[in-house]
């Protein structure tokens, strides 16, 4: 479990009438050293809020309160909750912040079961279908969601400042197993993307009860959603359906933009013992971040990374989801390659409309990103699949030359039926064609 130093720790009225989850939080609390707490229930809200996040005194952007606006060092503040399963018991905590965060902390606050923690794919073929381009294209897959609330601090993210940990994973193990009953049609599902949960682990305990419902399952698989490299706890558990995927940065992005993060050699060192253990590995280089240098770091990186373990798939995304004025506040001009920065200037008064994935880099510089990490990736390995995570058709067919991946037929990371017992024919011929000329040369 990192060790973090929240200047708060809140835990709710409702964790004491639960002795799986109190003796949850003691083991945690121990392995924090034992700091002192302070019982809360609802009319506490507010002023949790006030101590925790730092709204209304910084704006609120596309995405929320981004760590980057104030450069955070602090770890967050640590909320001990648990679910609500029964509606009928669950409390309305009313916020009109326009902060997405307190609003989601809110109805935490006031109780929250399913709902929570089971999150449906995001509709974005119908959410962005009339937008110039068309919409993203994406094999949209369930989350399933035990926290809210990050011990990174990268600056383009808003899940630094308050942490909700929900304790009463016996009863959300139970809950999930009827879930997964109940979907027989998805085949994948993310663990978490509302947090970094391995960060916790083992203390926590959620990898191990998650281990085991899904190797009980017939062909349903977890996701580790990590850029974590605390995987030690890992390598023990269960691994039938189970899959370990890593995001990973050059060296100057995860030391001047992903704060508290490992660095890049510890990432990959991770991914090669979580190989090593028997998990299916996958990689995602999200969000590339085109700083000055990329080229030359981003060609490092990749090199680094084969030399110790070979993916499964790996999963390119550019920045995304900010406009130009709030990347220069997040990232930084300093920071920025100065060719993209221009280009994501003169961009800005056409994609500060455009939907979340569209922005901030216009598409002939996400091309260049794109067109410089395939080549790598491929100098290095022919057979690792490569895909693009929620780009637009216009794009993937700019690379069509370039990836054996088609775009009515994704093969992602986190998809629904990105399993390996449902990778697409083509997908498999190719692999298969790779591997026979290799053997022949």
Not at 62 to 70: A, D, L, S, Y
Not at 315 to 326: D, S
Not at 374 to 379: C, V
Request: charged share 25%.
């Amino acid at each position: 479990m990192y060790m973090s130093k929240p200047s708060h720790i809140y835990v709710h009225r409702r964790v004491f009438k639960n002795s799986n989850a109190v003796a949850r939080m003691n083991h945690m609390l121990n392995a924090l050293g034992n700091p002192s707490t302070e019982t809360v229930d609802e009319s506490d809200f507010e002023r949790i809020i006030n101590e925790s996040l730092p709204f209304p005194d910084l704006p609120v952007l596309t995405g929320g309160v981004f760590i980057g606006i104030e450069k955070r060092q602090e770890d967050p503040t640590f909320l001990f909750n648990t679910f609500v399963w029964d509606e009928v018991d669950q409390t309305v905590v009313n916020s009109e912040s326009p902060n997405p965060n307190i609003r989601q902390l809110a109805r935490l606050f006031g109780g929250a079961g399913e709902d929570f923690a089971f999150s449906p794919p995001m509709a974005i073929y119908n959410l962005y279908s009339n937008h110039p381009g068309g919409p993203p294209l994406c094999n949209p897959g369930w989350g399933i969601h035990t926290l809210l609330g990050c011990l990174h601090k990268c600056y383009y993210c808003d899940k630094g400042y308050l942490m909700n940990i929900m304790l009463d994973l016996e009863d959300f193990s139970t809950h999930l197993e009827a879930f997964l009953a109940r979907t027989p049609e998805q085949k994948l599902f993310r663990h978490d993307v509302l947090s970094d949960p391995i960060c916790l682990e083992p203390e926590y305990g959620a990898s191990r009860i998650l281990n085991e419902v899904f190797s009980k399952t017939k062909d349903q698989h977890l996701l580790y959603y990590t850029k974590s490299d605390n995987v030690d706890h890992l390598l023990d558990l269960p691994k039938e359906h189970c899959i370990f995927y890593s995001t990973l940065s050059t060296e100057t992005v995860c030391r001047e933009i992903e704060k508290g993060t490992p660095g890049m050699a510890e990432r990959i060192e991770a991914i090669r013992k979580c190989k090593d253990a028997g998990y299916l590995v996958r990689v995602g280089f999200s969000p590339i971040i085109p700083i000055r240098g990329w080229r030359e770091e981003a060609s490092a990186c990749i090199e680094k990374l084969f030399s110790a373990v070979t993916p499964e798939l790996i999963r390119l995304t550019p920045l995304i989801m900010m406009n130009a004025a709030e990347t220069e506040i997040v990232i930084g001009e300093s920071l920025l390659d100065p060719i993209c920065l221009e280009a994501m200037r003169d961009a800005a008064p056409e994609l500060d409309d455009a939907d979340m994935f569209s922005k901030p880099f216009p598409t002939h510089i996400r091309k260049e990103i794109f067109l410089h990490y395939i080549k790598e990736i491929k100098k290095n390995s022919s057979d690792t699949l490569i895909t693009l995570c929620a780009e637009k058709k216009i794009v993937w067919d700019m690379l069509k030359d370039h990836l054996t991946m088609r775009p009515d037929s994704i093969y992602c990371c986190c998809g629904a039926r990105s399993v390996p017992e449902l990778m697409p024919e083509y997908l498999r011929r190719s692999r298969t064609k790779v591997n026979s000329l290799m053997e022949n040369d």
